[in-house]
């Protein structure tokens, strides 16, 4: 199967500070996905970006498929931001249609 | 447009015991999938439905299995519970195909005891 490694693994910021998450990943793909988990524990839909720059207000998604990785950048972040971000990437050979695999998430802690 | 629900939302059961999972898919959309996610862990397949078939599974016992509905809903059964299977269940429905985006429903929380 694919390897989705998601770095760093946790991360803590101020309010207002900006970051960068990172997924690499070990195959070509025919599309990439970014997660929130709430604290509930639900799968929140940032960001569906085989390949090129996305935005969506404060936070923006680059998926250079050529070279195997993704950057999601969390601009002026707020507590509500707080939660495990992860990424996913879909087998793209075989009889399995559609199966993600995921990495281990990036815990984004961020204070007042 | 009505997203994925699941129920339960939680769910005791005793080491040995059956149960069973529910999920219903976004409208329009007609393969379900589910992810067993253990905690601290990103989500794992366990097996995908389309056309009311198994379209695909995971490195999942036999002891999982499901059934897809004509309205595409979903089962997740899974028999003889151990401890290890305690977990949050995901499920996603999707239209078929590499190419689809997923979406999750709530989860459901199963603690075995």
């Known amino acids: 199967g694919i390897q989705v490694e998601q770095s760093p693994p946790d991360l803590i910021l101020q309010e207002g500070a900006n970051s960068t998450l990172r997924c690499n990943f070990s195959d070509s793909v025919n599309n990439l996905q970014w997660f929130h988990q709430n604290p509930w524990g639900q799968l929140i839909n940032l960001f569906y970006?085989?390949?090129g720059t996305k935005q969506n207000g404060r936070l923006s998604a680059t998926t250079v498929a050529t070279e195997r990785y993704s950057l999601l950048y969390i601009s002026s972040s707020q507590t509500t931001d707080s939660g495990v971000y992860f990424c996913?990437?879909?087998?793209?050979?075989?009889?399995?249609?559609?199966?993600?695999?995921f990495g281990r998430g990036t815990q984004l802690t961020v204070w007042p | 447009e009505t997203g994925v629900t699941q129920s339960p939302t939680h769910l005791i059961k005793t080491r040995g015991q059956q149960v069973t999972l529910r999920c219903s898919s976004q409208?329009?959309?007609?393969?379900v999938s589910w992810y067993q996610q253990a905690l601290g862990q990103g989500p794992q397949f366990i097996f995908q439905?389309?056309?009311?078939?198994?379209?695909g599974r995971g490195n999942f016992p036999p002891r999982f299995s499901g059934l897809q509905f004509p309205n595409y809903s979903s089962e997740l059964n899974v028999n003889a519970l151990e401890l290890d299977d305690s977990a949050l269940y995901l499920c996603?429905?999707?239209?078929?195909?590499?190419?689809?985006?997923?979406?999750f429903g709530p989860g459901t929380r199963l603690t075995v005891t």
């Open positions: 996913a990437v879909p087998t793209s050979r075989g009889s399995t249609l559609g199966r993600l695999y």
């Open positions: 970006i085989p390949s």
């Open positions: 409208s329009g959309h007609n393969t």
């Open positions: 439905y389309y056309r009311e078939e198994e379209n």
């Open positions: 996603a429905s999707s239209l078929p195909g590499t190419f689809s985006e997923q979406y």
